[in-house]
């Protein structure tokens, strides 16, 4: 199956995060590569999104969504300060 | 710390169709009417959500093809025979229907007059979506920047918005079209044949040196191919925008 791309998944993060997020920068855990969420490779098998850094394949983010309540995992992906996303950073103290 | 601003939602609507085009044999645009529509910026896309009966749901995103200065809402899709979603939206909806959406969504694959150009838009089949509303956006706002499009299909009957583009083409001052043929042409085709590669990007992109901001929309192996082959040219990768969609009809 063909990656999409996280374009894709605009919608899902909007969601979780409130915000746009396809824009927002992070850095592989996996290989350190950095670069904005739109450009990570994302398969979108159901029940839920795998999105998969460019250079290495490493997984970064994993979405799902069940019964409308979205569920995310960022441990693959570390998100950049939110500068430009006051509401992320609201939001932010999850860990 | 104090909340800077509530969280905004993006709330699911109904649409109201209120015509159906039929672009190409396999591609027909929507033209809606949404309840509640905040404007959207050329590029960006909506989810477009259908329910069965016994409330299964499936859910696809349909790039935006009218210009944000456009009377209405106009997604354009491919149908896909074995799709889940698209023989619906091409085949059974009606005009007078209602259509579950949301949007508008996406902040990266768009583009607006301060980004300025020049310009490279290059699109594989039903990629030429979000072009279609940076065009119908470039010409509402008056913008001067210098767009070169490359638009790749199977065919001459596959092209979609074909009028529309031949007239830009023809008579726009600063936009340039270029097509190319990968399956069949007709015998008096003068335009380019075969898929995109180095050659055909070295002729219809910018020289490196003007730094041109380049879109990519298309089946993510085309995408890949033409972004992958900007690169080895030598174009700047952090001026290239990229949006991948999935199984094509062909």
């Known amino acids: 199956m063909d990656a999409v791309d996280g374009n894709a998944i605009a919608g899902e993060l909007f969601d979780v995060f409130g915000d746009e997020m396809t ?25 839920g999104a795998v999105a998969r850094c460019p250079r290495c394949d490493g997984v970064t ?11 995310i995992d960022l441990a693959g992906f570390k998100l950049a300060p939110p500068h430009d996303h006051p509401v992320l950073a609201d939001q932010r103290p999850v860990s | 710390m104090a909340r800077a601003a509530l969280p905004r ?14 672009e190409t044999a396999q591609t027909t645009s929507i033209v809606l009417e949404p309840a509640d529509w905040p404007g959207h910026q050329a590029g960006q896309h909506v989810d477009v959500r259908l329910t069965a009966e016994d409330g299964y749901q499936a859910q696809r995103s349909y ?64 990629g030429i979506v979000p ?18 499009l490359l638009y790749s299909t199977r065919s001459l009957d596959d092209v979609i918005y074909r009028k529309e583009l031949d007239a830009i083409g023809a008579a726009v001052d600063g936009v340039d079209i270029s097509l190319t043929l990968t399956r069949d042409w007709p015998d008096d085709w003068s335009g380019h044949r075969g898929r995109i590669d180095r050659q055909l990007l070295e002729e219809v ?18 995408v890949e191919s033409a972004a992958g082959t900007l690169v080895g040219i030598g174009h700047d990768p952090s001026r290239i925008r990229t949006e991948r969609f999935g199984p094509t009809g062909k």
């Open chain 1, 61 to 71: 983010i994993v979405l799902v969504n069940v019964r409308g309540s979205a569920r």
């Open chain 2, 63 to 126: 790039s935006i093809a009218s210009g944000p200065e456009d009377e209405h809402l106009v997604l354009t899709v491919e149908r896909l025979d074995d799709g889940e979603v698209s023989p619906y939206l091409v085949g059974v909806l009606q005009p007078g229907d209602e259509l579950e959406l949301r949007g508008p969504i996406g902040g990266y694959f768009v583009w607006e007059q301060s980004l300025m150009g020049p310009l490279l838009l290059v699109a594989g089949g039903s």
């Open chain 2, 205 to 222: 992109a910018w020289p490196t040196t003007q730094q041109p901001l380049t879109y990519i929309c298309g089946p993510s192996g085309f």
């Open chain 2, 9 to 22: 939602r993006l709330n699911w609507q109904q649409a109201k169709v209120v015509e159906l085009v039929e």
């Open chain 2, 131 to 148: 072009f279609r509303s940076i065009l119908r956006h470039r010409a509402a706002v008056g913008s001067d920047a210098a767009v070169h």
């Open chain 1, 23 to 47: 824009t927002a920068v992070g850095t592989c855990a996996h290989c350190g590569a950095t670069g904005v969420i739109a450009e990570l490779r994302v398969y979108m098998r159901a029940p």
